[in-house]
């Protein structure tokens, strides 16, 4: 389930003692990826080695992830807001009504960090100190601006359903130009971007391998459950294939 193991040397995947006792490998296909160059702020510090800079690895990242927490700071104060988001190639576009805190204060162009997580795993480690978490996360840092042209709106509306549920646009009644105008997009380029990821076992110190305590991996995802039909939902409508077989990809 984890991304790009045979694209990037295996230090920038791999956390820990296995990373730096293992010489960096590329696979026979040796694609190197590109990179988004770190800056002074995206350059993961602490676990070095599990920060990402290669763009295909963020876009999955981004990809398979659906919610975002948006960071900015208004009148002295920090706010994150979860919200839906897509990315539509390099930019991250996410959208709320035109009233809210975060569309007001955002649109007028002020910095943002925004952030997207995703769970893979809990880490038992023989001590309570070296538990820990598989995951993969990606850090956005920029300056989002408001999308003005309807075009650039529509694709960007279509991005957020479509990602999530593929088929879903075209079944569904499209915004109207009252929907399009109480809805507020704004576009953030992806230009000063990280990502980090976590995989495999616990990384326990070396006296604690010989504790009779049970170490190892609890993977998590996320599972869809049965579609529960609206019961103003005229019975005669079948459930779309991607409701009755939702799948995250
Ligand atoms: C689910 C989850 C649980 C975590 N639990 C812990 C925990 O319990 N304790 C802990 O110390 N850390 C935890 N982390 C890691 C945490 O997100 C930070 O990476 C870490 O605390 C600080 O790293 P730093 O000093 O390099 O970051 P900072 O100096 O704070 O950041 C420097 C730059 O590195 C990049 N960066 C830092 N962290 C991430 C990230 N996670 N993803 C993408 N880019 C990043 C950003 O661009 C950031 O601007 C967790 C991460 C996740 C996703």
């Known amino acids: ?38 800056t002074e702020r995206t350059r993961v510090v602490r676990e070095a080695q599990r920060g990402v800079y290669d763009r295909e690895s963020i876009h999955k990242i981004l990809d398979e992830g659906f919610v975002c927490h948006v960071g900015f700071s208004a009148n002295g104060q920090p706010y994150v807001i979860p919200t839906l988001f897509a990315r539509v190639g390099d930019a991250l576009y996410f959208h709320g009504s035109a009233a809210s805190r975060m569309l007001r204060n955002v649109a007028d162009g002020i910095p ?35 999308v003005d042209a309807p075009d650039e709106k529509l ?37 000063e971007v990280s990502a980090k990821i976590r995989t495999g ?22 599972v869809p459950g049965a579609p529960i039909r609206d019961e103003r939902c005229d019975a005669s409508i079948p459930t779309p294939a991607y409701a009755a077989h939702y799948r995250r990809s």
């Open 112 to 146: 943002v960090c925004v952030t997207v997580t995703l769970t893979d795993g809990f880490v038992l480690a023989r001590s309570v100190f070296n538990h820990s978490m598989n995951y993969r996360s990606v850090v956005a840092l920029g300056k989002a601006t408001l």
């Open 201 to 222: 076992p616990p990384e326990d110190d070396v006296p604690d391998y010989a504790l009779p305590v049970w170490a190892g991996v609890i993977p998590l995802r996320l």
């Open 155 to 191: 694709t960007a509306l279509r991005a957020f359903t479509e990602k999530i549920l593929p088929g879903r646009w075209n079944d569904a009644r499209q915004p109207n130009e009252k929907e399009l105008k109480s809805t507020s997009i704004l576009r953030l380029p992806l230009t």
């Open 1 to 38: 389930m984890f991304i790009h193991a045979d694209l990037a040397p295996a230090t920038n995947q791999m956390g820990g003692r296995e990373a730096a006792g293992s010489a960096p490998s590329f696979s026979m296909r040796c694609i190197v990826p590109e990179t988004i160059p770190p």
